[in-house]
């Protein structure tokens, strides 16, 4: 009995990294032709890699400062652009606003 619930977890963790993967490559195959920076890709995929549950807080202006190396209004600014091209979901509001990677069941309640 134990060597059966072993393969059916293995089975489990098997399937939820291939949805992991095919969400990745749906989410690139729908934003692919948008007007993307590398600064704007890179912070995309880290949130992307970091799978459903995201980064812990989501992604915010000061994480994306550090992760895109730039300046704080460059982040916000690039934060937005995301966000009218339907790349990221916006969470919150002033000090409190992140941002999770707009794949379907991915986000704060994912986790």
Request: charged share 25%; aromatic share 8%.
């Amino acid at each position: 009995m134990w060597f059966l619930q072993q393969v059916h977890a293995s089975c489990e963790r098997a399937t939820q990294a291939i949805d992991e993967r095919l969400a990745k490559s749906r989410f690139w195959a729908q934003h692919g032709s948008h007007d993307i920076g590398p600064r704007q890709r890179a912070v995309l995929n880290t949130l992307i890699e970091a799978g459903p549950a995201g980064i812990e807080g989501g992604m915010s202006t000061r994480k994306y400062e550090q992760i895109g190396e730039t300046s704080r209004a460059t982040a916000s600014r690039e934060l937005l652009e995301l966000e009218a091209l339907g790349c990221l979901r916006r969470f919150g509001s002033g000090r409190s606003t992140h941002y999770q990677v707009a794949i379907e069941g991915w986000g704060p309640a994912a986790g």
